[in-house]
């Protein structure tokens, strides 16, 4: 699956390369998401939370009809997690995990045409997308119980880093989303994101990277 997904992103991507596709706009985006992860083990969903992040990314539209275009992207994409496992009532860990990938996202859009008074369009897109880790870290912090009871309950932080350290270094999943384009300036919606391949390199106890969020697309004409 791994392999088929990084062939599909490199054909789609040299496949506009070699076509006599129309250039349309280049294009920004900047997006606010909420990032965490989905895991096969059910008992264990209700411990991750939200982790909110900031992700840029650059594309070109190509015309390949009227509605449709194919937007190839390169994309700074933060994910991980935010966890928290309450001990007792006073002591708890908590485990932040921060990834930073750059994806290649050959993503395609569509257009819906709308009464020619107005200036504003539905545009719904999606694609695949295949992320390289660059960088990342896993921290865990907290409060523990002192069994002694002499002395107070001990507080700890704990660092280390994530790629090549348990986790894989490659994803890839699928991206989606749904928005408003106001005239030929810009683009603001909502998207999701779910990966598909598994982040640990132990295949035992499963996780995936999915998020959620907002995004600006601010369109260029002839910048490039």
């Known amino acids: 699956m791994k392999f088929f997904s990084c062939i599909l992103c490199l054909l789609l991507i040299n496949s506009v390369s070699n076509a006599q596709f129309k250039k349309d706009h280049s294009f920004f985006k900047f997006g606010i998401k909420s990032v965490s992860v989905r895991r096969d083990n059910i008992s264990a969903r209700d411990d991750y939370m939200l982790k909110p992040v ?30 928290k496992y309450n001990l007792t009532d006073s002591t708890y860990i908590e485990n932040s995990l921060e990834l930073h990938y750059f994806d290649l996202c050959p993503n395609f859009s569509y257009t819906f045409q709308g009464h020619n008074s107005l200036k504003t369009r539905l545009n719904v897109w999606g694609g695949p ?30 660092k280390s880093v994530t790629f090549n350290n348990g986790l894989n270094r490659i994803d890839y999943g699928f991206n989606v989303g749904l928005g408003i384009q106001f005239e030929q300036i810009t683009q603001v919606g909502i998207s999701y994101s779910m990966g598909f391949n598994n982040i640990l390199t132990n295949s035992k106890f499963p996780i995936y990277n999915r998020s959620v969020g907002f995004y600006v697309i601010v369109l260029f004409d002839d910048l490039f």
Do not use: C, M
């Not at 190509?62 to 700074?76: A, G, T």
């Not at 390289?132 to 932080?157: C, E, H, M, P, Y």
């Open 129 to 158: 997308y295949l992320g390289i880790g660059i960088a990342g870290r896993n921290v865990l912090s907290g409060i523990t119980l002192n069994k002694t009871g002499i002395k107070a309950d001990s507080t700890f932080t704990d």
């Open 54 to 83: 900031i992700d840029l990314g650059f594309g070109i539209n190509y015309n390949l009809s009227k509605n449709l275009r194919f937007q190839p992207e390169i994309h700074y994409s933060p994910r991980g997690f935010q966890a």
